[in-house]
Structure formats: structure tokens, C-alpha cells
């Protein structure tokens, strides 16, 4: 990390220490609860809300985010403060970077307006963060409202807000298999949903995702007009997308020159071309 970033983890950090040492798994299960937040990045987080906005209980969904909340003491707190705390160890211990910097924040509440309410204030709370750090991380806010989010999370073994995720991106696109996006990091999954062409609603998406991991959009043109046989200038109206197909993250590269539309697939990590299709553009007028 650079510096800026390591003094404000630190800060956090220390901010983390003064919650307590231990007693988060132990909380009691009969408080009423009003709403839960879901954090997921590849640690899944619970947070049991009361009326109050104050934490009830908090559940570490698999070993990373176990890691995640050691040493914190998060009940009676108010919400803003724990989530700012997760926020924190979640960058101290790297598993939001610049090669995966989304964050998924998913809502859910009986009572839509303060479910609402609640999931704008906690994004612009984890966005203040984060834009002071160098990660520049993007957030994809939801509500959890699906009652089959629970049947497919335990399915697919991974938290209700990604499988509430998962959900609405088949529902854009019925092309995708579930139990194959459910297989994905938050972070490729968001860079689905960066996609014109899916069209996901009911999630709002902050910032965006990195593909610092991939060989990056000017690669994937690359590989697509020398595949094609076509020089870069004679090129117009290109359009670059990713998307998830052959088992692969790819990239999406549409394309014309001449009287040729072009449609490539290329695989995102080493620029292989995957598909390749070449069709007459019934709309090309030649340049007199």
C-alpha cells in the first residue's frame, strides 16, 4: 500500500483494537433485531441490526472473515462505527486491493424505507473511507428481498447477499447458470454487472471494479483486430465489455471496419481469442 493508505489502516487498525479483545460469537440470540447487513468481499459478514441502528449480534461466515473480526467487540455499537471497523480490517489484512477492490453491501429489512435508508448511509460511510485510501474501491449496494435467497445460499454454500446477487444478474441475463456465477469473487461479479447489456436492477453500483487482474481493455482490441486482419485506423465504433463465458472472465470486443461487423470473445487473463464471428454490415455506406 502506499503511505496514505497504510496511516489511515492504521488509524482503523487502532480503532479496531479499542473495540475489545473477545465475546463476539457469544452473543445473545434473542434480541430483536430489525435488520441485517451483509458485507462480502470473500470474508462473508453478518450484522444483526435493532431498532436503535446498534449491533446485536455478528457472524463470521467462513474462516476469512473470522479473521476479519478477531479481536473486535461490536455489540451494542452503533452500526456506522462496526462497519467502519470492518471496512478497516478488511484493507489491513489485503482483501480489498487494487487487484479485487469491490465490496458487496447487501440489506435486508422487513421495513423497505428504513432498509433503504440504512443501505445509502452505510454506502456512503464505506465509500468516505475508502476514497481516502488508494485503493478507490467500488461498492454494489442491494436489498435483500428474494425469499429464495436463502434456499440458493445454501446451496451454493456462499452468504445470502451473494446469492441475492447472483439472482438478480440471472434475471438480467438468463444466458448466466447461478451455480457458475456463484462460483465467482464479488469483485468478477460486479464486473458482470459493469456490462451495459445485463442491465441488473436493483443494485446500485459505486465506484468501479478493478480488472487490474486482467490483461486490460487496449490488449483485448489488440488480439481482436490482429486475429481479424484489420488495421486499428480502419476501425469504428468499438465497444469493450467484460462478461463471463467458456468458463472464463473475457472480454467482449465488438467492433466495425469496412463493410464488416465483428463480434470477439477474449479470454480476460491472456488475451486468447476465444470466439470470433464476422457478418456484413447491412448499414455500411462506402466513402465516396
Do not use: C, W
Not at 10 to 24: F, M, P, W
Not at 193 to 201: I, L, Y
Amino acid at each position: 500500500m502506499k503511505k496514505s493508505t497504510k496511516k489511515i489502516v492504521a488509524g482503523l487498525s487502532a480503532a479496531v483494537l479499542v473495540l475489545g479483545a473477545v465475546g463476539i460469537y457469544n452473543l445473545m440470540e434473542n434480541d430483536p433485531v430489525a435488520s441485517v447487513v451483509l458485507l462480502d468481499v470473500n470474508p462473508s459478514i453478518e450484522l444483526y441490526v435493532d431498532d436503535d441502528a446498534e449491533i446485536v449480534r455478528a457472524v463470521a461466515m467462513n474462516p476469512e472473515a473470522e479473521k476479519v473480526l478477531k479481536g473486535m467487540k461490536l455489540r451494542d455499537m452503533d452500526v456506522d462505527t462496526a462497519v467502519n471497523a470492518i471496512v478497516g480490517s478488511l484493507l489491513k489484512n489485503g482483501y480489498v486491493d487494487e487487484l479485487a477492490n469491490s465490496i458487496l453491501l447487501s440489506v435486508e429489512d422487513e421495513n423497505t424505507v428504513r432498509g433503504a435508508k440504512l443501505k445509502e448511509k452505510l454506502t456512503e460511510e464505506i465509500n468516505a473511507i475508502l476514497s481516502a485510501t488508494s485503493v478507490n474501491a467500488a461498492i454494489l449496494a442491494q436489498e435483500v428481498k428474494s425469499a429464495n435467497a436463502e434456499e440458493m445460499a445454501d446451496k451454493y454454500d456462499v452468504s445470502k447477499g451473494k446469492a441475492a446477487l447472483v439472482q438478480n444478474i440471472v434475471e438480467a441475463n438468463d444466458t448466466y447458470k447461478a451455480d457458475e456465477l456463484a462460483k465467482l469473487s464479488v469483485n468478477e461479479l460486479n464486473l458482470i454487472v459493469s456490462n451495459p447489456k445485463n442491465e441488473v436492477k436493483d443494485v446500485v453500483s459505486t465506484g468501479k471494479a478493478s480488472d487490474n487482474a486482467y490483461i486490460g481493455g487496449d490488449k483485448a482490441k489488440e488480439a481482436a483486430f490482429e486475429h481479424a486482419g484489420v488495421e486499428q485506423t480502419s476501425v469504428r465504433a468499438v465497444e469493450v465489455d467484460f462478461d463471463y463465458k467458456y468458463g472464463k472472465m473475457v472480454y467482449e470486443v465488438d467492433f466495425e471496419s469496412a463493410e464488416y461487423d465483428y463480434d470477439y470473445s477474449i479470454d480476460a487473463k491472456n488475451g486468447e481469442v476465444l470466439y470470433s464471428h464476422k457478418e456484413l454490415d447491412d448499414d455500411y455506406v462506402a466513402p465516396v
